[in-house]
């Protein structure tokens, strides 16, 4: 069982910068890829960014390469998201989600959090 608490999420104007962090509990967090995914208005919930158990790959949505970095600190059982030159359309409700695969596809992941508040004003 694991269990994610988001936070760092709030208000930024547009070109600023933001970090989510994802804090895990649990002795096996270094055993599960770490995945951010995030949720607008009316929208599906997709993929953001998705960083392998020691943190040796990363894949990133296309909207987001190039703007946003993942990390993680497996002694922290926690994992980031960097969030550079933000846009208004990055405006969403941020999860993380814990896996045992490297993945894009929400479904196959086993635990998420609460979620945390991003908005980009213009």
């Known amino acids: 069982q694991v269990q994610l608490v988001e936070s760092g999420g709030g208000l930024e104007q547009a070109g600023g910068s933001l970090r989510l962090s994802c804090a895990a509990s649990?002795?096996?967090?270094?055993?599960?890829?770490m995945g951010w995914f995030r949720q607008a208005p009316g929208k599906e919930r997709e993929f953001v960014a998705v960083?392998?158990?020691?943190?040796?790959?990363?894949y990133y949505a296309d909207s987001v390469k190039g703007r946003f970095t993942i990390s993680r600190d497996n002694a922290k059982n926690t994992v980031y998201l960097q969030m550079n030159s933000l846009k208004p359309e990055d405006t969403a409700v941020y999860y993380c989600?814990?896996?045992?695969?490297?993945?894009?596809?929400?479904?196959?992941?086993?635990?998420w959090g609460q979620g945390t508040q991003v908005t980009v004003s213009s």
């Open positions: 649990g002795r096996t967090f270094s055993t599960y890829a």
């Open positions: 989600a814990a896996g045992t695969v490297i993945t894009s596809n929400s479904g196959l992941y086993d635990y």
């Open positions: 960083i392998s158990w020691g943190g040796g790959s990363t």
